[in-house]
């Protein structure tokens, strides 16, 4: 019977998925002990349960017609507040900033998913899983299958300005289909057009399901706190700017913040503010009432004035893009030479070291490099828990998501 592994249950295991070919990519043994052996990384990241928390809210304001998203992460990620093993990123920082930033992420969400093509109510599917046989029939790999769960299946108005046209006569029924990732980030993801068909993941997602209509839905975490050119987005409407439009804090005055449109704005407030330059032949923004009170009246005629909670640092991104048929069809052939790979190590009992220690290929900060290769107990002890019969389901479960 195919199967590529016996599991800790003893039973032959037949599902492949993306995240579990790019672990037998990246190293073998690493495959070996995560899917074969049950060693699991405890749940200790902020990001991840962080990360969970932001979906369900967003899963929650589409099921309930754009309501309660708000207060339905923050009971959520309460359930976190007094943890005392998660660890938190310089950005996180700790559970009364990613709650902040959490907050502010919805909020922002809110204000702007009338405007992008993820609608309210049933024509949004969250958590829909696709599989697929990737050698039907075959003696040695046939009912392995590859699978994977799509954080959005979206039925899209065929007119949405934010994606790509497509000429009446190739439309089939009232509606677009398309597959939405959501992901949170510590960093902005390029935002070239169409960028998002070049993903591997939503590449091997449109070969699963047959949708070649792909998007991140991304949530970029920013560090709190404002300061003279810091990039905000507006949370709701403030004079000629709409929710989500992006500005530039040009001068912050106690608790009004006063926002212009870009970097070229500030430059051009310096410039009327003036400069001089200091005994040490430094040039610096002329501090005269006369210089400041000339800003004042720059700010009057070009920036809004806000309080902070109307704005927020933190960042939301929709990038969409079309997966080619050869884009979709190299996915499964790429699932298809992994099931191989993974099935005839099984076979042999080989699962080869190729962790690496310097660039291009650095695995020194990889977890089961750390605990298995370089034989860290306390290491090992602090961050793994070993699977058993009954936690195996949730270890699967976990891994086509």
């Not at 007094?82 to 204000?111: F, H, P, Q």
């Amino acid at each position: 019977m195919p199967h590529l592994y016996i599991n800790v249950k003893g039973e032959p295991w037949k599902k492949h998925s993306y995240s579990a070919g790019n672990t037998f990519d990246q190293c073998p043994l690493k495959y070996y002990y995560q899917k074969v052996l049950g060693w699991k990384e405890r749940d200790n990241k902020a990001r991840f349960q962080f990360g969970k928390a932001l979906e369900e809210a967003i899963q929650y304001h589409h099921d309930h017609d754009g309501q309660g998203a708000v207060e339905h992460f923050k009971t959520i990620w309460a359930a976190n507040k007094d943890s005392n093993i998660l660890t938190y990123t310089a950005t996180e920082k700790d559970w009364a900033t990613c709650n902040r930033m959490g907050i502010d992420m919805i909020r922002l969400y809110v204000a702007i998913q009338p405007t992008l093509p993820i609608p309210l109510g049933g024509r949004s599917v969250f958590q829909r899983e696709y599989k697929k046989e990737v050698f039907p029939g075959d003696p040695n790999y046939g009912e392995i299958e590859d699978a994977g769960k799509l954080d959005i299946v979206v039925y899209a108005d065929w007119e949405h300005p934010l994606l790509p046209r497509v000429a009446e006569a190739m439309r089939k029924g009232p509606y677009r289909q398309m597959i939405v990732d959501i992901k949170t980030s510590a960093v902005k993801y390029p935002d070239t057009p169409g960028i998002a068909a070049q993903d591997t993941q939503l590449r091997r997602y449109s070969w699963l399901s047959g949708m070649r209509l792909v998007a991140f839905l991304v949530f970029v975490k920013t560090s709190l706190g404002y300061k003279k050119g810091s990039d905000v987005r507006f949370l709701e409407p403030v004079g000629d700017y709409k929710p989500g439009d992006e500005g530039v804090i040009a001068k912050i005055d106690g608790d009004k913040l006063s926002i212009v449109r870009g970097d070229f704005m500030i430059a051009e407030m310096e410039r009327i503010q003036g400069k001089k330059t200091d005994k040490n032949g430094v040039e610096k923004l002329e501090q005269t009432d006369i210089a400041k009170e000339r800003v004042d009246v720059w700010l009057k005629q070009f920036a809004v004035q806000v309080t902070p909670d109307q704005v927020t640092k933190q960042r939301v991104q929709f990038l969409v893009g079309v997966v080619s048929e050869k884009g979709a069809e190299d996915a499964g052939l790429i699932a298809g030479r992994q099931i191989v790979s993974i099935v005839n190590a099984s076979k042999s009992k080989q699962w080869p070291n190729t962790f690496g220690v310097r660039y291009p290929h650095d695995d020194t900060n990889d977890s089961y490099f750390k605990a298995f290769v370089m034989g860290d107990e306390n290491f090992k002890n602090q961050n793994f828990i070993k699977t058993d019969e009954e936690t195996l389901d949730d270890l699967f479960k976990e891994d086509i998501e």
